[in-house]
């Protein structure tokens, strides 16, 4: 079979228009090597294959490159909207991608009848309004702070609010209306969320304005208290205001700065939002060859902006590419004008100095840091005799307390540190409380059966595992060492999965702590069955140790967060016709959850609102006497003879 004739790259931009749009660069086995958009795609498109010297970079992917493909816009500014999907989506081999692991913090406003306000990390799963991010948890909690002292706002979980009988001591202490108990209405309550709302978007200027009017109203109506009140509000506010005065005026930026060396690069965000401070956070895009900051800051800017709220004002530390398409893009989506500025003075000035130099000791940082993990994964390598360095190393662990609520982790690290996007935790169910052996085969079990069941989806169907593909990526990827947190019975249930799925390739380590049980006498179950002591200053031990230690964190936050929500949670959410009166008449009555599981039907239907049928299903559910459809058995009707 001959093969394919080269990319004829002239010849196809010869065909296109001069419309903006994005063009795609594919290689031989279909995968996208680089994304682009243009502002007049046949220009764009020529100047790849005309006789202009180009960097090693680009003459590679053009080496590459089997065939193009084309999408027409209507506007620059779609293109760039266009492309910064394309990238997330397809993550190509040589665009320049913005590799953020960090989960960063957000003040949540629930979307409920009597909102909530809390920290809030992960997927935005929860209705309401999240602000934000901000760069430390210290920051997210000096915010919730003010909120409570301010407006008074509750913070306490659903199940909490729901079942309370008098207020709690974040009343007492002046930080909560007691919503809860009704010592403050709807209307009144939905207003100090507005206002705490108005506080969080940075509009603290219109919120003192209408503060103060409805001051002077109330001191006109004689009604001194609440003047007073709002004067005491509006004064905590201004304080606020003096305290994080920036240039002048309530500032609403971001300042920006890139650092590189070689191609390893560091982007340093430092953020106002109202003046105040929220502190930097670091990010190291993967720049896949490019070595030009410029380039680099200008796919930060589009990528990070396309997925977060821009602010009025971003000041980059340097002229970036398509500075004022980019700018009209994030003015259409923020829906206000947004200006990118990289010629400052004054304070700016000396913000984006700081921001700058934070971004070259970062990256110092992170070299030294990317090297002392280099050097650990190498002797890891000579220590399992493998002949290269492992690029994926997945660890199992379980945590449960006395066999209650049993949560297995496995958490992966790849060259560059971990991979927190594809941790994954298992609930696990249906074995013996404590039996660690059987919870153990039972997470390798999962992982591993749908890696094979990827591999027979590819060889049978290429269609379907095409259209499975994003979502069954990481599961088919093979780990090259598999760790196993725990002793010789604990690896050969992971051994035992493996042979039995038909598993090959992959280095089975265990890791069980010494006769000393401390840090550094560890001993790793090697593949080939030898029980080694590395000892505390062997590197290769300092990365088992790394990866082991945060599978126990992230095993037994899981394990944690599970247990606390089924002792939050009462049972009789799940009974029909238990509304809020009716459970906490219930709960008041018997003294809580405990006091109602002891009393029998005659006893449940003499609380007010319950009548004989529903409180045979409060005994039946208590008692776990139900059948499939929710009914109560015949037994549960004898059960307190």
Known sequence: MSAAPPFDGKAFARALSTAPGVYRMIGADDNVLYVGKASALKNRVSSYFNATPKSARIMAMLAQTARMEVTVTRTEAEALILENELIKSLKPRYNVLLRDDKSYPYV???????????????????PGRYFGPYASVGAVRDTLNLMHKLFKLRSCEDSVFRNRSRPCLQYQIGRCSGSCVGLISARDYAEDVRQATLLLEGRSDQLTDELGAKMERASERLDFEEAARLRDLIASIRTLQARQYVDGRAADLDVLAVAMQGAAACVVLLAFRDGRNLGTRSFFPKTNGSENPDEVLAAFVSQYYGEQLPPREIVVDRDIPDRELIQQALSASGERRVEIRHRVRGDRAGYLDMARRNAQITLASERTSHAAQLARAEDLRDLLGMAALPQRIECFDISHTMGEATVASCVVFDAEGPVRGQYRRYNIAGIEPGDDYAAMHQAISRRFKRAV????VDADDPAAATSRKRSEKAAAVLPDILLIDGGAGQVAQARAVLDELGVEGVALVGVAKGPARRPGDEELLLPDRRCVRPGAGSPALQLVQQVRDEAHRFAITGHRGRRQKARSTSRLEDIPGIGPRRRANLLKHFGG??????????????????????????YATLHGLENADGAPRASATRSDE
């Open 108 to 126: 949540l406003l629930t979307q409920e009848q009597w909102p909530r306000i809390t920290m809030h990390r992960g997927p935005r799963s929860v």
């Open 453 to 456: 069941a990827s591999d027979a």
């Open 593 to 618: 959850l405990g006091g109602l599981k002891a009393a029998g039907i005659e006893e449940i239907s003499r609380v007010d609102g319950v009548n004989a049928a529903l409180a045979e299903r409060i």
